[in-house]
Protein backbone atom coordinates (compact mmCIF):
# COMPACT_ATOMS: atom_id res chain seq x y z
CA UNK A 1 0.00 0.00 0.00
CA UNK A 2 1.01 3.46 -0.88
CA UNK A 3 2.35 5.03 2.55
CA UNK A 4 0.53 8.16 1.18
CA UNK A 5 -2.66 6.93 0.87
CA UNK A 6 -1.90 5.64 4.92
CA UNK A 7 -1.15 8.18 6.32
CA UNK A 8 -4.19 10.15 5.00
CA UNK A 9 -6.64 7.20 5.73
CA UNK A 10 -5.38 7.78 9.03
CA UNK A 11 -5.40 11.04 9.22
CA UNK A 12 -9.26 11.08 7.49
CA UNK A 13 -10.49 8.18 10.42
CA UNK A 14 -8.87 10.93 13.19
CA UNK A 15 -10.70 13.83 12.31
CA UNK A 16 -14.02 11.29 11.58
CA UNK A 17 -13.79 9.60 14.99
CA UNK A 18 -14.15 11.10 18.18
CA UNK A 19 -15.40 11.60 21.31
CA UNK A 20 -16.46 14.91 22.44
CA UNK A 21 -18.61 16.61 25.29
CA UNK A 22 -19.38 19.81 26.32
CA UNK A 23 -19.78 20.42 30.00
CA UNK A 24 -22.05 23.09 31.18
CA UNK A 25 -22.28 24.10 34.40
CA UNK A 26 -25.44 26.62 34.18
CA UNK A 27 -27.59 23.63 34.95
CA UNK A 28 -26.04 23.34 38.72
CA UNK A 29 -28.02 26.04 40.34
CA UNK A 30 -25.08 28.00 42.16
CA UNK A 31 -22.64 30.18 40.76
CA UNK A 32 -19.26 28.10 38.80
CA UNK A 33 -15.96 30.04 38.33
CA UNK A 34 -12.46 27.69 36.91
CA UNK A 35 -10.05 30.11 38.71
CA UNK A 36 -9.71 32.56 40.92
CA UNK A 37 -8.07 35.78 40.66
CA UNK A 38 -3.86 35.79 41.29
CA UNK A 39 -3.04 35.84 45.23
CA UNK A 40 -6.78 34.49 46.32
CA UNK A 41 -7.37 31.53 48.54
CA UNK A 42 -10.94 30.15 48.78
CA UNK A 43 -11.80 28.74 51.91
CA UNK A 44 -14.39 25.65 51.49
CA UNK A 45 -14.19 22.07 51.35
CA UNK A 46 -12.35 20.13 48.09
CA UNK A 47 -13.84 17.53 46.28
CA UNK A 48 -12.84 15.03 43.95
CA UNK A 49 -15.83 13.07 41.71
CA UNK A 50 -15.59 10.63 39.04
CA UNK A 51 -18.15 9.80 36.66
CA UNK A 52 -18.30 7.73 33.17
CA UNK A 53 -19.49 9.22 30.04
CA UNK A 54 -20.03 6.49 27.14
CA UNK A 55 -19.94 6.55 23.19
CA UNK A 56 -20.58 4.19 20.29
CA UNK A 57 -18.38 3.27 17.36
CA UNK A 58 -15.08 4.75 17.91
CA UNK A 59 -16.77 8.02 19.36
CA UNK A 60 -19.08 8.86 16.40
CA UNK A 61 -22.06 9.12 19.01
CA UNK A 62 -22.59 9.22 22.33
CA UNK A 63 -24.79 6.68 24.40
CA UNK A 64 -24.45 8.47 27.60
CA UNK A 65 -23.32 11.98 29.33
CA UNK A 66 -21.37 12.43 31.88
CA UNK A 67 -23.64 14.71 34.19
CA UNK A 68 -22.23 17.52 36.05
CA UNK A 69 -25.06 18.52 38.35
CA UNK A 70 -25.88 14.79 39.36
CA UNK A 71 -22.21 14.19 40.29
CA UNK A 72 -21.74 16.66 42.40
CA UNK A 73 -25.53 16.87 43.90
CA UNK A 74 -24.65 15.73 47.52
CA UNK A 75 -21.59 18.26 47.56
CA UNK A 76 -23.53 21.26 46.31
CA UNK A 77 -26.35 20.64 49.32
CA UNK A 78 -26.31 24.23 51.00
CA UNK A 79 -22.94 25.45 48.89
CA UNK A 80 -23.11 28.88 47.79
CA UNK A 81 -20.62 28.70 44.90
CA UNK A 82 -18.49 26.19 43.36
CA UNK A 83 -14.70 27.43 42.35
CA UNK A 84 -11.42 26.13 41.02
CA UNK A 85 -13.34 23.62 38.90
CA UNK A 86 -11.16 21.53 37.14
CA UNK A 87 -12.22 18.21 34.99
CA UNK A 88 -10.37 15.81 33.27
CA UNK A 89 -11.46 13.38 31.06
CA UNK A 90 -9.22 10.07 30.35
CA UNK A 91 -9.51 6.49 29.60
CA UNK A 92 -8.39 4.18 32.44
CA UNK A 93 -7.77 0.88 32.02
CA UNK A 94 -10.95 -1.00 32.47
CA UNK A 95 -12.09 1.70 29.84
CA UNK A 96 -9.36 0.90 27.29
CA UNK A 97 -10.32 -3.03 27.74
CA UNK A 98 -14.07 -2.47 27.65
CA UNK A 99 -13.34 -0.53 24.19
CA UNK A 100 -10.86 -3.35 23.21
CA UNK A 101 -13.54 -5.97 23.74
CA UNK A 102 -16.24 -4.31 22.05
CA UNK A 103 -13.87 -3.64 19.10
CA UNK A 104 -14.60 -0.05 19.63
CA UNK A 105 -18.84 -0.72 19.22
CA UNK A 106 -18.56 0.98 23.19
CA UNK A 107 -15.92 3.32 23.92
CA UNK A 108 -16.23 4.78 28.07
CA UNK A 109 -14.30 7.44 29.37
CA UNK A 110 -14.01 8.15 32.79
CA UNK A 111 -14.70 11.99 34.09
CA UNK A 112 -13.12 13.48 37.12
CA UNK A 113 -14.42 16.62 38.62
CA UNK A 114 -12.34 18.81 41.11
CA UNK A 115 -13.01 21.71 42.87
CA UNK A 116 -13.96 23.95 45.97
CA UNK A 117 -17.41 24.47 47.45
CA UNK A 118 -17.56 27.62 49.57
CA UNK A 119 -20.10 29.00 52.20
CA UNK A 120 -21.31 25.50 53.33
Not at 4 to 33: H, K, N, Y
Not at 69 to 86: M, N, P, W
Amino acid sequence: MNPGRLAAGLVLAGTLCGCTQTFDATTLGVPVTMGVAAGDTPVGQRFKVSTHTVHGIFGLFTISKAKMDKALATQLVGGKEVTQVRITTKSRWVDLLVTGLTAGLIVPRTVIYEGIIVGR
